[in-house]
């Protein structure tokens, strides 16, 4: 598996995003259902409010070997500041409408 990492502007300054790198690496919560190895080949935030940038950095990813999407837990889950991104449905629905149904998409990293 060749994740693109899509993770929320926000947090970047509070969040160098080692969790979800380690539950990639342990394949612990969403990643335990995959046999394959899961190799990072690329990481970019939803570029802030309300997340507009995240279709054309996820299929820029795309054309760079990515096969699975992945938006990290504190876009969908809030994780660590408490507070999930009210945009993340329609963020989701959009690169899925984008990227298609041959692109694996995964909506959270870790709890």
Do not use: W
């Not at 999407?69 to 449905?89: E, L, M, N, Q, R």
Request: aromatic share 8%; with cysteine; net charge neutral.
């Amino acid at each position: 598996m060749k994740v693109g990492l899509i993770r929320c502007k926000q947090t970047e300054d509070m969040c160098p995003g080692s969790t979800c790198f380690t539950v990639m690496d342990y394949k612990m919560f969403e990643f335990d259902k995959f046999e394959e190895e899961v190799k990072v080949l690329g990481v970019n935030s939803c570029g802030g409010c309300p997340g507009k940038k995240a279709v054309p950095r996820a299929v820029e990813m795309i054309k760079r070997g990515v096969d699975t999407i992945v938006f990290a837990s504190c876009i969908s889950k809030g994780t660590p500041i408490g507070v999930p991104c009210p945009h993340f449905d329609q963020m989701k629905e959009a690169v899925i409408r984008k990227v298609g149904d041959e692109i694996k998409i995964i909506e959270y990293t870790h709890f």
